[in-house]
């Protein structure tokens, strides 16, 4: 009896490690095609809520980015923001301003890069089994988070034949939960311009705060 459960121990370790290890392999795929690609255009869904602090707090809001290596235009929740690289240009249609700062002074937590490269570091990776979603197989990643004092653990869902991102489900610690859900997904066939024209914007009026 000692003998087969520490055969079973060892078998179960073995296991572990080999879906970790193809958890992490699939994530990687799907960030690398993602960052290779000319551009990707993506109409997402976000909703967050919070059970335990209320029942009935749900938000929901629709956004899309536009992608191209580091480079992003992302439209939600009312703002529209332009990563070009080097900055940041925070567009204000409605006072009619154009806010400027360097990426790195930037502290917004929901950005493209933290979706695409957050499992790098400070998570557990598992697969967690596959669903249909019209008709395709998705497969499903566990990532559970090491240390961080807010997640408790991410699920992300990935399309198998495409390697496109289905949606990516965070539990906080807290209770909450927060869901990034694609409608639409389309690979560019170009690079699209992701640059800020300056003289375009005063012409308008914009003003400029840099």
Do not use: C, W
């Not at 235009?73 to 806010?99: N, P, T």
């Not at 499992?119 to 961080?148: D, P, R, W």
């Amino acid at each position: 009896m000692r003998i087969l459960f520490i055969l079973l121990m060892a078998s179960g370790t073995i296991f572990a490690q080999t879906t970790a290890k193809e958890a992490k392999a699939l994530l990687e795929e799907v960030s690398t095609k993602i960052k290779k690609s000319p551009g990707i255009s993506i109409d997402f869904t976000y909703t967050f809520e919070n059970p335990r602090a209320d029942a009935s707090m749900k938000q929901e809001e629709k956004g899309s980015i536009v992608l191209a290596g580091d480079k992003y235009r992302l439209e939600f929740m009312g703002v529209d923001r332009l990563h070009d690289g080097k900055k940041i240009y925070q567009f204000l249609h409605d006072d009619k301003e154009v806010q400027i700062m360097d990426a790195e002074d930037d502290d917004e937590g929901f950005t493209p890069g933290f979706i695409l490269d957050m499992y790098k570091e400070g998570f557990s990776y598992a697969m967690a089994g596959t669903s249909t979603v019209n008709g395709k197989k998705v497969q499903h990643v566990m990532l559970k988070s090491i240390k961080s004092p807010d997640i408790e653990h991410i699920e992300i869902q990935v399309f198998s034949d495409s390697k496109q991102m289905h949606k990516m489900t965070q539990k906080g610690r807290n209770g909450s939960v927060t869901t990034f859900s694609v409608n639409k997904y389309t690979e560019l066939t170009q690079a699209p311009n992701l640059s800020f024209n300056r003289k375009k914007y005063s012409a308008k009026g914009y003003y400029i705060v840099e």
